[in-house]
């Protein structure tokens, strides 16, 4: 247990680490089986009692992969549509899309900001903004927002569970990941709840038209 513990301290030191948080934030935006969240909650429980990776820096880092992958979700779906890809044909995805295009029609901001939290809500709303041409300046405003509040509240989540934890930083890295997953499904009821769940005959509504 010692000898992967302090693997985990000397892997979170080293500067390739905040390149592999950019990279899984960046794929997790367009393709949702990458767990960014994962990543940067279990690297902000090492850095809570370890002081690597640099909070601020986990946050930027996240926040700017996340920015890149939502805007590059958006330039997917704005090219190619929503049916293009096998896993964008599966009946979750489509009820998916179905619902993030009735409800970009009716408060398009709000679902934008709040999305980001939602692992397959967030792929789902950022190719139907792009699919039905939501304004791109307003689009890149707000996902720079969504960004950087989601990363500040994923590391708070890695730094709070993790301070329990100094002794044992895998155990620390486990138990900040099963809560921000927890705390994730939450989000996804309350949000469902004020905005309304799927139809259940979702999967007989066609996708919004592909531009």
Same mark, same amino acid.
């Given at each position: 247990?010692?000898?992967?513990?302090?693997?985990? =301290?000397?892997a979170?030191?080293?500067?390739?680490?905040?390149?592999l948080?950019?990279?899984?934030?960046v794929?997790?935006?367009?393709?949702?089986p990458?767990?960014?969240e994962?990543?940067?909650? $279990?690297l902000?429980?090492?850095?809570?009692t370890?002081?690597v990776?640099?909070?601020i820096?986990?946050?930027a880092?996240?926040?700017?992969?996340?920015f890149?992958?939502?805007?590059?979700?958006?330039l997917?779906g704005?090219?190619?549509?929503?049916?293009?890809?096998?896993?964008?044909?599966?009946?979750?995805?489509?009820?998916?899309f179905?619902?993030?295009?009735?409800? =970009?029609?009716?408060?398009?901001?709000?679902l934008?900001?709040?999305a980001?939290?939602v692992?397959? $809500?967030?792929v789902?709303?950022?190719?139907?903004?792009g699919?039905?041409?939501?304004p791109?300046p307003?689009?890149?405003?707000?996902?720079?927002?969504?960004?950087?509040?989601?990363?500040?509240?994923?590391?708070?989540?890695?730094?709070?569970?993790?301070?329990?934890?100094?002794?044992?930083?895998l155990?620390?890295?486990i138990?900040?990941v099963?809560?921000?997953?927890?705390l994730g499904i939450?989000v996804?009821?309350g949000?469902?709840?004020l905005r309304g769940r799927?139809?259940?005959?979702?999967?007989?509504?066609?996708?919004?038209?592909?531009?």
């Amino acid at each position: 247990m010692q000898a992967i513990n302090d693997f985990i =301290l000397a892997a979170a030191g080293q500067p390739w680490v905040l390149f592999l948080v950019f990279a899984c934030c960046v794929i997790d935006g367009f393709f949702p089986p990458i767990p960014s969240e994962s990543v940067v909650v $279990g690297l902000a429980a090492v850095a809570a009692t370890a002081d690597v990776p640099n909070p601020i820096f986990l946050i930027a880092t996240a926040a700017a992969g996340a920015f890149l992958g939502d805007n590059t979700a958006y330039l997917i779906g704005r090219r190619t549509g929503t049916r293009r890809w096998a896993w964008m044909r599966g009946p979750r995805m489509q009820k998916a899309f179905s619902w993030a295009g009735t409800e =970009l029609h009716k408060r398009p901001a709000s679902l934008i900001l709040v999305a980001r939290f939602v692992p397959i $809500g967030r792929v789902a709303v950022n190719l139907t903004a792009g699919v039905s041409h939501y304004p791109r300046p307003r689009f890149v405003g707000l996902t720079v927002l969504s960004g950087l509040l989601w990363a500040g509240y994923s590391v708070a989540i890695g730094l709070f569970f993790g301070q329990w934890f100094a002794d044992n930083h895998l155990l620390g890295v486990i138990v900040a990941v099963i809560c921000a997953i927890g705390l994730g499904i939450v989000v996804d009821i309350g949000i469902s709840r004020l905005r309304g769940r799927v139809p259940a005959d979702a999967d007989r509504t066609p996708p919004p038209a592909e531009g």
